[in-house]
């Protein structure tokens, strides 16, 4: 792994939501929220870090959303102390990356958070919860 430098919690969240945004499971939750709180989408297109009121507003669309910052949902018992880097992964290294382990990874990908296994899972037909595996499989298609 090639550590390109420091980041910052914003910044975190700013690319969370710009991808969730374009997922067809997450991204009209997130419009929802968005248009109930007067926000425009650019507030997710065209972060601006600099801005304290947007990054605070990224945070609690967040929150809302995933629960990030309440320890629930997505982001239960994710630590509380952290540090953001953006880095480069080779290939292999990607390969070898797991999900968080959060309740519907585990179980898509059989137990082991491996995307790999959730990819062999996923093109054997099986789904975890009941939740329909096409919106995966075109995301991924997209790529």
């Given at each position: 792994m090639q550590v390109l430098g420091v980041s910052s919690e914003?910044?975190?969240?700013?690319?969370?939501?710009?991808?969730?945004?374009?997922?067809?499971?997450?991204?009209?939750?997130?419009r929802s929220h968005l248009a109930?709180?007067?926000?425009a989408e650019q507030l997710l297109t065209y972060p601006d870090l600099s801005d304290a009121g947007a990054n605070?507003?990224?945070?609690?669309?967040?929150?809302?959303?995933?629960?990030?910052?309440?320890?629930?949902?997505?982001?239960?018992?994710?630590?509380?102390?952290?540090t953001w880097n953006r880095a480069l992964l080779?290939?292999?290294?990607?390969?070898?990356?797991r999900y968080v382990g959060y309740s519907y990874w585990v179980e898509l990908s059989g137990g082991s958070r491996r995307p790999t296994d959730a990819a062999a899972r996923i093109k054997a037909g099986l789904r975890a919860f009941d939740v329909p595996n096409e919106p995966i499989v075109?995301?991924?298609?997209a790529l």
């Open positions: 914003d910044e975190m969240v700013a690319c969370f939501l710009s991808g969730e945004l374009s997922s067809k499971r997450f991204g009209q939750n997130l109930a709180g007067g926000q605070f507003a990224r945070r609690a669309l967040l929150a809302a959303t995933r629960g990030y910052g309440e320890n629930r949902d997505l982001f239960e018992n994710f630590p509380t102390h952290r080779s290939a292999d290294e990607a390969a070898d990356v075109e995301a991924t298609r």
